[in-house]
């Protein structure tokens, strides 16, 4: 959760709009300066002195406290445990990411918002290399600590593989010549950093998004043993394609952001526009996929040793209620990004998901008693997909008057094809007995079957794939 919120969630929504409004001005200001006085007169300089050292301190003062109230932590979020004492020592050594997670989700911020997305994507590798090592180093003394600790490492890992494109790219602290810069050159600098401001609406609605974990783990407690493994091991695989459609996002919300700081309101709206049709595709046909060769993708992973055959049907079916909501899902982060990309704080989005998730934790506490993992599952579904209708629909009347019916339009005629692929992939799966075997030639017969159906619906977005792609790839070539 912590890497998510850090990260992903909240560090990325809040700081690459205020380096992205930070970059406008200082585009803005550097005509006529020399390069020193640019220097001195940095924005972006003098929004990493603002913010940086206040951070570490935050993040240092929380991960001290979930160090002390480990204990508690474990209580409340895992109750059904017989002996608690691992897992508070586990979640000590884990705490310290906290810190470690906060800075990787800064410098990532910072890059990012410099259009430097190579280090950023980085930093998973570095992490879990961390764990391994760590593992492979420690298991025979420390056993499952050892996973905790690798952790720990990884963390750390993770802001040092950053480290030296940020120190090039952005630097640290404000520009020397600060104190002697001009009453009005400072007063031209304050909206930048007021624009941390936005910290309490983002931080409620990554919050909010993450405690879906929570809830889902807490209502899963009182199930029997294994019950929060499927639901894990479930969710985990089925959101890859919703992590691969965000990608898209991921490389274009500085653009949003910097049209957005720079008043440019039309571009800001077709870049959204063509990242929720291109989003809502990805993950559309993704899902087709993890629906329709759910036992055969688990069982490829996962069964071995104490997973067994039974393990396999249970997560699968799991993981096809997951994947009703993963469209859900996408189109919250998809739509999230240009609420946050203004320097006025914005509520809605934590609003929409704190409605979102009353909808999943009334539903799951409903649900769970009546179809176990199932219900916990569908709840999950339904309080995203709450989530995802709010903020489309409230996205125009608020930020960017995108056209709502247009975009729905695009999204069902998507639906419909993801549909047919999936129920070709549930027909065709189990006519191969090698489960391998099965999922790649699903990679292959899914996605023809989506681009067919909705080539003959005449989906504009699958017709247009295409040249879409041939955007995309030019756009990663350029990508420092």
């Not at 300066?33 to 924005?43: F, H, I, M, V, W």
């Not at 992973?301 to 469209?327: C, I, K, N, P, Q």
């Not at 709840?379 to 489309?392: D, P, Q, R």
């Not at 699903?442 to 989906?459: E, K, S, Y």
Request: aromatic share 6%.
């Amino acid at each position: 959760m912590a890497s998510t919120l850090l990260i992903e969630d909240a560090m990325a929504l809040l700081m690459v709009p205020a380096f992205s409004h930070a970059l406008a001005r200082r585009a803005a200001a550097r005509a006529g300066l020399t390069r020193r006085e640019a220097r001195t007169q940095d924005p972006v300089r003098l929004l990493v002195g603002a913010t940086l050292p206040r951070l570490v301190v935050l993040l240092a003062a929380v991960a001290s406290v979930l160090v002390m109230a480990a204990p508690i932590v474990v209580a409340v979020l895992a109750p059904g445990l017989p002996d608690p004492r691992l897992a508070i020592e586990c979640t000590r050594l884990t705490a310290l990411t906290v810190l470690s997670f906060g800075i990787a989700g800064y410098f990532s911020a910072a890059l990012r918002a410099h259009r430097s997305f190579v280090p950023p994507a980085a930093i998973y590798v570095s992490y879990n290399v961390g764990i391994i090592g760590t593992m492979l180093a420690l298991h025979a003394l420390w056993g499952v600590r050892a996973a905790a600790a690798g952790v720990a490492v990884g963390g750390l890992l993770m802001a040092l593989v950053q480290l030296p494109a940020f120190i090039r790219n952005v630097g640290f602290g404000p520009p020397r010549a600060k104190r002697c810069a001009p009453r009005s050159q400072r007063d031209r600098d304050r909206p930048t950093l007021i624009a941390f401001g936005v910290i309490a609406p983002v931080i409620f609605f990554a919050v909010f998004r993450q405690s879906q974990v929570l809830v889902e783990r807490f209502l899963a407690a009182s199930l029997p043993s294994g019950a929060i493994s499927h639901l894990n091991y479930a969710q985990k695989v089925a959101q890859m394609p919703m992590v691969l459609s965000l990608m898209i996002c991921t490389v274009t919300f500085p653009v949003v952001a910097q049209a957005m700081a720079g008043g440019e309101r039309e571009k800001a709206r077709r870049r959204v526009e063509r990242d929720l049709a291109l989003a809502s595709l990805a993950v559309l046909m993704g899902t087709a996929l993890v629906i329709g060769y759910a036992p055969q993708i688990i069982e490829v992973l996962f069964e071995r040793g104490a997973f067994t055959h039974r393990d396999t049907l249970a997560t699968a079916s799991v993981m096809r209620v997951y994947g009703l909501g993963l469209l859900g899902h996408c189109l919250v982060g998809a739509l999230s990004r240009p609420f946050f990309s203004t320097a006025r704080p914005i509520w809605f989005p934590a609003f929409a998901m704190g409605a979102g998730l009353l909808v999943n934790i009334v539903a799951g506490a409903f649900a769970v008693g009546w179809w176990g993992t199932y219900g916990i599952a569908a709840a999950n579904a339904a309080g995203i997909s709450t989530t995802a209708v709010l903020l489309l629909t409230g996205l125009g009347s608020r930020i960017i008057t995108i056209q709502v019916r247009r975009v729905a339009a695009s999204i069902g005629r998507l639906g419909v094809a993801a549909v047919a692929a999936a129920a070709t992939g549930w027909i065709a799966g189990p006519m191969i007995p090698d489960p391998m075997l099965s999922a790649a030639l699903g990679c292959l017969l899914v996605p023809a079957m989506f681009g067919a159906t909705g080539m003959a619906i005449r989906a504009l977005e699958v017709t247009a794939l295409p040249g879409q792609i041939s955007q995309l790839t030019q756009r990663f070539r350029n990508v420092r």
